[in-house]
């Protein structure tokens, strides 16, 4: 007689104890979208935007560390050509580069 009884509600409420099992895994899964991949999409998007932006004079950083001013853009290819020094050039590859170095303006310098 102590069976049944128990047999019974879990029976009739299956449906609702499986959806209770999956919301925690719902939620982290919700809580990981908005705290990592969303964020990480959005600056790839912001990186690739500022690939495609580059021109000659920028001045930019690679993912080797190496400081640079561009020479020239090739449209058609991925390739870049930036003098790394005086009369030092060198082709690198358009992804490789990390960041573009914006200009400090003359009043953001402290005396």
């Known amino acids: 007689m102590l069976i049944s ?31 990592l991949i969303r964020p990480q999409q959005k600056k790839m998007k912001e990186h690739r935007a500022m690939l495609t932006s580059l021109k000659r004079g920028d001045r930019v950083i690679t993912a080797g560390g190496i400081v640079g001013e561009i020479k020239s853009v090739k449209e058609n290819s991925d390739e870049v050509e930036v003098e790394i020094a005086s009369n030092v050039r060198v082709t690198v590859v358009r992804g490789t580069i990390s960041s573009v170095i914006r200009p400090q303006a003359a009043n953001d310098t402290k005396g």
């Open 5 to 35: 009884p128990a047999y019974a509600q879990d029976a009739a409420g299956g449906a609702s104890a499986m959806i209770m099992q999956l919301l925690p895994l719902l939620l982290i899964f919700v809580v990981f979208y908005f705290l």
